[in-house]
């Protein structure tokens, strides 16, 4: 479908659903109102404003129902509801938007004063008001929209004076008490059941590391009295003896160890035959099939007998085990053995040693431009009888351009690499082992790759790394490749069939040899958070030792590695991500980008396959792919028949912003706004006003646009319709390009208007 018909029918839809949102109540039964929220009023509040705007948006969480959605200010699935009417038939396009897209509308006859009274005091007296009182009212205007007024007279906070813990005589109790100043119970906190709830799972979780096995923060009562007075609480923390059984009253120590290295799901739910089992160490390992060398799991495993329990041991030992990837399932059994002993049972099923996997896929580029991919991949997880991996893997695809003034080559690839993992450090030295929740894995990567872009290019290269990839938990992981070495050669063809395309910054031959470290933090693996940052920080470096040694310059002194030229540079690329989940709905994701690479010595750029772009569908998405810039230059406006592959550069600056809203189940939608441009770090003649200078700040690209995302759990596909609204190669004071926007004109829709079709989310 063109352009211009994609953008009428959905102008057209938006412009249905907005008129029907600013009428939805006029479908209601006569006496019914559209119930569309709460309103706090809070008297006798003696904390911050802050804090009261925060109370009040907690309070309005409480009432029951809750109104009908909104996306983007407006209550989209409702405006659908209405706008699909009463559908004659079950099936068909009305009824699914009705029933399934739609949603009906929340009655203000559904919402109960009464029972909301009694949620909002519940809620404010575990907040520490304990003498709070609510009044609400059901409020309906002249438009047919009721509003819960609550009035809320709060009343005073009580604050925790003093916190203390009923000791006796008992082990358990004494232990309790020597760790109790690490209580998050403390005085002048204010009085809060979480807080409560908080401190039992930390005692819990304090007697876990010290053996008590069977303890559970159900044996702990914590008594707050309010009788000492002046709005403040004694906090009483002590043990339900009457409630807690014997057993739990004991430390638990590790006794044997036996670990199933082929446990099958079916049969044997408790198995305890340890016929034939090889001791390593302190375990006791089953595997009759002999698949698995014995001292892999001593390497795994944190617990050792003559421990003490610990939790975080126990979980320690089943994440290194699911760690190794070679296992499907693992899971792990305790029996006591008399009153102090467990013997531990830890089952492991592997997944099939080979497998075979075939993969295919689509691609699009916002330049008019689509191929396709496919990758033949061949695993062994257990190739040395050590859990390591050894992967295969072929690939190959083309990408072609389908439409479009500026026509580029089509571009065919195949490649292959062998992979080879180890579930350890390995060194010139041995072996390295580690207590972390992750065990290392040691990485040997080799790979060829060739490119041919018809009649243009042809280019062959070979990449050989060495390396590690450790975590240090679940949001933190490092990767170190102190050996990295990869050799490209390219060949120019006969053009004369393709036209005049300019290529001379993609044409790389040499070597590109030193190390990478890369660093990852993401603080949304886990539960969801309101908050949540994402960083990859990335340091790579070639050539450095030996130019410096060999004093190599480009100019005047370049030297070579093996007969051919060897990289020289320094690159730092920080990626920093902010997601900031406003409600259910709404979600805020910003990101901000920097690049910087310094060629010096043997290299006057950098080698392009290490260089940055700008552009593409996830970058300017208002910008044609990795086109834009470098700085003030313009590939796409040349009056010289002759036109570009790609402009890259030396140096990147980028930020971008998202705001992702959730239409319906699998449906979501976006607004956002790219900013940004590469810059080469020399003066290149045939790219005037490329260099990165003083003023880079006025010679940012900026785009806007909108777009959907059909999220289906194993995919997303993502559509950005985006349009530049600031363009760096105009006159200085012009380069802001609101006045010019002319969505009726066909030329302009043309040149300005872009649409990008991608799968998964940009970042």
Request: charged share 25%.
């Amino acid at each position: 479908m063109p352009l211009r018909r994609i953008y009428i029918l959905l102008s057209t839809i938006i412009c249905c659903v907005l008129i029907s949102s600013c009428s939805n109540s006029r479908h209601l039964a006569e006496g019914e109102s559209l119930f569309i929220g709460s309103k706090v009023h809070i008297k006798d509040f003696s904390g911050k404003k802050s804090e009261r705007k925060l109370l009040v948006k907690d309070l309005q969480e409480q009432v029951r129902p809750r109104p009908n959605k909104k996306s983007f200010g407006i209550r989209l699935k409702l405006s659908i509801y209405n706008l699909a009417g009463e559908p004659k038939k079950k099936k068909g396009l009305r009824n699914w938007m009705r029933t399934k897209v739609g949603e009906p509308p929340i009655m203000g006859s559904s919402v109960r004063t009464a029972a909301n009274n009694a949620l909002v005091e519940n809620y404010m007296e575990n907040r520490g008001y304990f003498t709070a009182k609510v009044k609400s009212d059901l409020v309906v205007n002249k438009k047919k929209k009721s509003t819960l007024i609550i009035d809320l007279s709060a009343g005073n906070q009580y604050f925790i004076d003093s916190v203390t813990f009923r000791q006796d005589s008992s082990e358990i109790a004494k232990d309790i008490a020597a760790n109790f100043s690490e209580s998050l119970l403390k005085p002048g906190v204010p009085y809060n059941l979480t807080l409560i709830k908080a401190e039992r799972i930390r005692i819990d979780r304090m007697l876990k590391e010290k053996g008590y096995f069977y303890f559970s923060p159900d044996y702990l009562l914590i008594v707050a009295d309010t009788g000492i007075g002046e709005n403040k609480i004694h906090a009483r923390v002590q043990l339900k003896h009457r409630e807690i059984p014997p057993e739990v009253y004991a430390k638990y120590t590790i006794n044997d160890i036996y670990i199933y290295a082929n446990y099958r799901l079916q049969g044997n739910k408790q198995d305890t035959n340890v016929a034939n089992r090889v001791q390593v160490d302190d375990y006791y390992v089953i595997d009759q099939k002999k698949k698995f060398k014995p001292e892999i799991f001593s390497q795994a495993m944190i617990f050792e007998k003559g421990d003490l329990y610990s939790m975080d041991d126990q979980n320690k030992s089943l994440s290194r085990l699911v760690n190794m990837g070679t296992f499907k399932f693992v899971k792990n059994r305790f029996d006591p053995i008399g009153d102090s002993l467990l013997d531990v049972y830890y089952y492991l099923t592997p997944y099939p040693k080979k497998s075979l996997r075939f993969e295919i896929g689509g691609l699009t580029q916002n330049d008019n431009r689509a191929g396709t991919r496919g990758t033949v991949s061949w695993k062994n997880r257990n190739t040395f009888r050590g859990a390591e991996e050894l992967l295969f893997k072929i690939n190959g695809g083309f990408e072609a351009q389908y439409s479009g003034a500026q026509k580029r080559p089509n571009i065919y690839s195949f490649g292959s690499e062998v992979n080879l993992s180890f579930p350890r450090f390995v060194v010139p030295i041995g072996s390295i082992q580690t207590q972390s929740q992750y065990l290392p894995h040691t990485l040997i990567k080799l790979k060829y790759r060739y490119e041919f872009q018809s009649e243009l290019l042809r280019i062959n290269s070979y990449t050989a790394s060495y390396g590690y990839n450790w975590k240090e938990g679940p949001r933190k992981e490092h990767q170190f490749f102190p050996i990295n070495f990869t050799y490209v050669k390219t060949d120019s063809l006969n053009r004369e069939n393709v036209g005049r395309l300019l290529y001379g910054n993609l044409i790389f031959d040499g070597i590109i040899v030193g190390p990478t470290y890369e660093f990852t933090y993401n603080s949304q693996v886990g539960t969801q958070k309101k908050h949540a940052i994402y960083f990859d920080g990335l340091i790579d470096l070639s050539g450095n030792i030996l130019g410096i040694a060999e004093n190599a310059d480009y100019a005047s002194n370049p030297k070579k590695l093996f007969g051919q030229t060897y990289a020289q540079y320094i690159k730092l690329v920080p990626d920093f991500r902010y997601y900031f989940r406003a409600s259910g709905t709404t979600n805020f994701a910003t990101r901000l980008m920097a690049g910087l690479g310094v060629p010096y010595g043997n290299s006057s750029q950098l080698p392009n396959i290490k260089q940055f772009w700008a552009g593409g569908n996830s970058d300017l998405r208002g910008f044609a792919s990795r086109l834009a810039g470098p700085g003030t230059f313009n590939a796409t406006n040349r009056t010289d028949n002759t036109s570009y592959i790609q402009t890259l550069g030396d140096i990147k600056l980028e930020a971008n912003l998202e705001v992702r809203q959730t239409l319906y189940k699998f449906l979501n939608g976006a607004l956002f706004m790219d900013a940004g441009n590469v810059w080469l770090y020399r003066e290149n003649a045939t790219y005037p006003g490329g260099k990165f200078t003083n003023n880079f700040y006025k010679e940012f690209n900026a785009n806007v646009g909108a777009g959907l995302r059909f999220d289906f759990k194993i995919l997303v596909l993502r559509l950005d319709l985006g349009m530049p609204i600031r363009k760096a190669w105009l006159p200085e004071n012009d380069r802001w390009v609101f006045d010019k926007i002319a969505f009726s004109n066909s030329q302009w829709r043309r040149e300005n208007l872009i649409l990008n079709i991608a799968i998964g989310y940009p970042f």
